[in-house]
Structures are given as structure tokens and as C-alpha cells.
């Protein structure tokens, strides 16, 4: 009996690192101009299906995030976006030019990210904006 619980503990171990949102671990992070950058690394295999509306804003620290309301999450922006030589605006695949204070919509979900820098930890889930809605 002990080694069946053991055998089932260490395949449960084995299959969680799976069930992460691919591209939110391990992400790109670019700097420029004061402002940080927080990108998906990878396609995602599996896309989450929440709505992620609100406004690029960028934090004291200087991360760029998603302001809805009074909440503010750090951002990680779809694979492939690129931040600006002025660090105010983003370009990002599929949509173009995104600047400080524009409108964000799209698709994604809100999850706990470890694998960003410092400056852009928070207790709060980030947004992690994974399709564009044009």
C-alpha cells in the first residue's frame, strides 16, 4: 500500500509541471528607457479563455502593467512583442502600436508569475495577454 501512494505521489510530480500556462515561466523581459517588459517566451499550447481588458500603464517601479479600475496587474504581453527604443509603447504582433494609456483587449487570464524580474513582483496574479482582439 505504501508503495502504491508513493508511485501515485511521484506521478502526480512528474505531470504538474505540465499543467503551467506554456510561455508564463520563463518569459522574455526587455528594458529600455525606464520601463520593463514582461513577454511570453513560447507559443502557449493551451490559450486561456478570460477577458483581459483595461489600460497599459507602467508602475512606480517602472514594469509595464494593466490598469482596470483601481487594480493594476503586471502585464505579460503575447509572444513576439517588442518595447519601443522611448519605453512608452510596445508593438505587438497582430495590433501594432500600443502606447502608455491606450485601451487593451484581448484574450488571456490571470495567473501568478515567478519567473519575472524583481521590480515586477507582486502578491496580485498578473494578466497574461495571450490574443489579440483587433
Not at 517588459?37 to 489600460?55: F, I, K, Q, R
Not at 514594469?63 to 493594476?72: E, H, I, N, P, V
Request: negative net charge; aromatic residues 2%.
Amino acid at each position: 500500500m505504501k508503495w502504491g501512494l508513493v508511485l501515485i505521489a511521484v506521478a502526480i510530480a512528474t505531470l504538474l509541471p505540465g499543467c503551467g500556462v506554456p510561455g508564463a515561466s520563463n518569459p522574455s523581459v526587455q528594458r529600455v528607457g525606464g520601463s520593463i517588459m514582461v513577454a511570453a517566451s513560447t507559443e502557449p499550447e493551451d490559450v486561456m479563455e478570460a477577458l483581459v481588458v483595461g489600460e497599459l500603464a507602467r508602475t512606480p517601479m517602472g514594469c509595464l502593467a494593466l490598469q482596470s479600475g483601481s487594480d493594476t496587474h503586471i502585464l505579460q504581453f503575447p509572444l513576439g512583442t517588442t518595447l519601443a527604443d522611448d519605453g512608452r509603447s510596445v508593438e505587438v504582433p497582430g495590433l501594432g502600436a500600443v502606447e502608455l494609456g491606450d485601451s487593451i483587449e484581448g484574450g488571456g487570464g490571470y495567473i501568478k508569475l515567478s519567473d519575472v524580474p524583481e521590480e515586477c513582483r507582486t502578491d496580485d496574479d498578473a494578466a497574461v495577454w495571450q490574443t489579440v482582439d483587433e
